[in-house]
């Protein structure tokens, strides 16, 4: 055990550690069984997206025991492996996120700005290929101070400083943080101009095209909370170890934990701002499985265009979707219906 920590301290950090790797996974699970589950839902090609940032959260949550076990026992700091071994944890929980925030970017800038060719540019294909090179980019990153570091038996591990080299920091880590901050404020910013014209253009149309925009708006903001809580629970990281170059080791354990909470942050927004993750989550937590189709299920704007006879009004209630005709008509709907739980 540490010479230089009280017990309490420890047990403190101990219960931390182990209720937010708890809260971590629990969270993404749980979101990655109502995409699987969910037929509508894992049809939906931007959900694929949120798979695999999920996939890097639980990926982080599952790294937490071994930063708690470095923080606990003070000798692994003289060993250089796993000294860089934890470095390489914490900047590939990072990378990785980002490649797949850029991913999302990329899929609803496509979405909302090029709508008519949505599916002829964003196909399973080039979704596929985007998450992989995402994750190959983060993996080469991340492997990178495997064999580029400092590591001497002076300074040990006591600063991620100390190990990495400065060109490592200032020409790769800062500018891919930056990277994310800038090109999602540029993206958004043309992706929120674009959906605002939407609005002008379409406050006189049908309610079906005025439907799909607010969709898209909404779709927007949830992406934009989390990049936004992404930026702010990894900002005070970058800010205090790699820009200022603190060496307080509690500084250091501190601004690492709210990093490693912003991966168990993400699915508390789907459940928030989406009905529809919340009531898939809502029947995965009674433990029976979502069944039938969903309305507006997906995780973006995904309207479908459906021909009925009668005039068709839909009434939301908590667990179905009430349809009555009343003559006979010909209506454009997004027609499905929300989901059942079974044991």
């Not at 995409?35 to 949120?50: E, G, H, P, W």
């Not at 404020?185 to 101009?193: A, D, E, L, S």
């Not at 009925?308 to 979707?321: A, L, S, W």
Request: glycine share 6%; net charge positive; with cysteine.
């Amino acid at each position: 055990m540490s010479a230089t920590l009280p017990l309490y301290v420890l047990i403190l950090a101990g219960v931390v550690d182990g209720l937010l790797m708890l809260f971590v996974l629990c969270g993404n699970v749980l979101t990655i069984c109502a995409v699987k589950l969910s037929r509508k839902l894992s049809a939906v090609l931007s959900n694929q997206f949120i798979l695999s940032l999920a996939l890097s959260d639980i990926m982080v949550a599952i790294s937490l025991p071994y930063h708690f076990v470095f923080f606990m026992e003070g000798g692994l700091h003289a060993n250089s492996v796993f000294c860089v071994l934890r470095i390489v944890l914490t900047i590939l929980g990072c990378a990785s996120s980002i490649g797949n925030l850029i991913g999302i970017a990329l899929d609803r800038y496509v979405a909302i700005v090029y709508p008519l060719h949505y599916g002829r540019f964003m196909t399973k294909k080039v979704a596929v290929a985007i998450i992989i090179t995402g994750w190959a980019v983060s993996i080469v990153i991340s492997l990178l101070p495997s064999f580029w570091n400092q590591w001497n038996e002076t300074d040990r591990c006591v600063s991620i400083n100390k190990v990495l080299p400065n060109e490592y920091i200032n020409f790769v880590l800062i500018p891919m943080f930056l990277m994310v901050l800038i090109g999602m404020f540029v993206v958004y910013t043309r992706i929120w101009k674009e959906a605002t014209g939407h609005a002008r253009r379409l406050r006189n149309s049908t309610s079906y095209q005025y439907g799909k925009m607010w969709n898209d708006s909404k779709s927007v903001q949830v992406v934009l909370l989390i990049i936004g809580c992404f930026s702010v629970c990894w900002l005070p990281f970058f800010i205090s170890i790699l820009i200022m170059k603190l060496e307080s080791r509690l500084i250091y354990e501190i601004t690492l934990r709210l990093a490693i909470a912003n991966s168990g942050i993400n699915p508390i927004i789907y459940a928030w701002k989406n009905s529809n993750f919340r009531q898939i989550f809502a029947c995965l937590l009674r433990c029976r499985l979502p069944t039938g189709l969903y309305y507006n299920a997906s995780f973006i704007t995904n309207y479908t265009t459906a021909k009925r006879t009668g005039n068709v009004r839909f009434v939301r209630e908590e667990q179905c979707v009430q349809i009555e005709r009343d003559g006979i008509a010909t209506v454009s709907a997004s027609i499905e219906t929300l989901p059942e739980c079974k044991v």
